[in-house]
């Protein structure tokens, strides 16, 4: 979905915030542990059509679930039954947090990305109600910023202790490009894709959901806190398993009981495959990122150990199809898409054979989507009050 005036989809004096969703090429579970990652934004995304109102009340209907949420500005509470309302309403408080005044809307928000697919879709709704409040207020914030902001609201609002690159690529992005970003110092740079008429970025959604708040990602993240405290002792000036080099790992392994041995073993030759994957792509090197992509699912699966039956299924049938330089589980974990690197010439091939093989496993059907676009904006600007 691209952002488009809200003109065509409502009353002339709205405006559209949108933000698209990403997937991530390599580089997984990387970003709260201070490494590296490498994700590129999608067509598919959320968008919040708004307009502002004159007093604090903010109405929003959520089209995908059909659903309407209310909540004032000067009083927000965390809701207990309407989950999607809270990335929003959390948002809001990071902002007037940030001494901005904001005024109420009236929106709808709408979108065509799976939610809980791994694909980015609570960062794409984060930054679109934050761009949306933005808007309506008249006020201003530097994007590296409002990435943070936005992230603040996942963690301490929502309750995922998430990293930054969802929102940081949802605001970052650039077409035909992936974003290597550095999550200590957000540095980043711009890599681009492989010449579409050759290869294509291939996604799959398994159809199985996941809710990471309630799932086993927070616990994750507490597994790498316990492991960097016990490597802490041998390197006093590392702040983040993402410092940590392969070398120094090999030599203090022995610390770490397991399961925080294999965990921190994913993030750091992770972190080390991401490095050599953004400088593989940059060189052309398809066939060498592909084998990184191919071994950071093993990875995933073994050491990490966020895949599921589903995801390893749909990982092993796109490898099975001539032309597909690697393949591995993307997002989250827990079920959500794969995202596999392969030549345009047999993706006809792949669109055909995946599905149809991974109904006849499991009953459910995948979707495949082939995608690539540029960061979030603000469209359809208007003028008028409700």
């Not at 559209?16 to 969703?21: E, L, N, S």
């Not at 809701?79 to 109420?104: F, I």
């Not at 002792?233 to 080099?245: F, K, N």
Request: charged share 25%.
């Amino acid at each position: 979905m691209r952002p488009f005036s809200a003109s065509a989809h409502s009353q002339p004096e709205c405006a559209a915030a949108w933000a698209p969703g990403r997937v991530n090429l390599i580089g997984e579970h990387t970003d709260y542990n201070g490494g590296c990652v490498f994700p590129m934004a999608l067509e598919m995304g959320v968008a919040v059509y708004f307009r502002p109102r004159r007093d604090k009340r903010v109405r929003l209907f959520a089209a995908n679930v059909g659903e309407m949420g209310e909540f004032s500005l000067p009083r927000i509470v965390r809701s207990k039954s309407q989950p999607w309302l809270n990335y929003p309403m959390g948002v809001a408080k990071e902002l007037l947090e940030e001494g901005l005044r904001l005024r109420g809307i009236d929106g709808v928000i709408d979108g065509d990305l799976p939610v809980g697919g791994g694909l980015g879709s609570s960062a794409a709704l984060e930054v679109a109600s934050a761009l949306a409040f933005l808007e309506a207020a008249g006020e201003n914030l530097a994007r590296v910023k409002l990435a943070r902001l936005c992230q603040r609201a996942e963690n301490h609002f929502v309750g995922l202790k998430c990293g930054i690159m969802d929102q940081f690529v949802a605001l970052f992005a650039q077409p035909g490009s992936a974003l290597f970003l550095d999550t200590r110092s957000l540095l980043y740079r711009p890599v681009p894709l492989p010449r579409p008429d050759e290869y294509v970025i291939v996604i799959c959604d398994s159809g199985v959901k996941h809710t990471l708040a309630g799932s086993e990602y927070n616990l994750r993240r507490k597994e790498c806190e316990k492991a960097l405290a016990i490597l802490k002792a041998p390197l006093p000036d590392i702040r983040a398993l993402g410092e940590v080099s392969p070398a120094q790992f090999r030599a203090h392994q022995g610390l770490l009981p397991q399961p925080l041995r294999k965990r921190a073993k994913h993030v750091i030759l992770e972190n080390e495959r991401t490095r050599r994957g953004g400088e593989a792509l940059e060189k052309g090197a398809i066939a060498a990122f592909g084998q990184l992509m191919n071994e950071s699912h093993e990875s995933l699966q073994n050491l990490y150990e966020v895949s599921c039956k589903e995801l390893d299924l749909l990982v092993e049938l796109a490898r099975s199809i001539p032309g597909v330089a690697g393949s591995r589980m993307t997002g989250g974990g827990f079920g959500g898409c794969t995202v596999s690197l392969m030549k345009r010439a047999g993706l006809g091939k792949f669109q055909k054979r995946v599905p149809a093989a991974y109904k006849k496993a499991t009953g459910v059907d995948c979707r495949i989507f082939v995608s690539a676009a540029a960061g979030a904006a603000v469209v359809g600007r208007g003028g008028s009050e409700g």
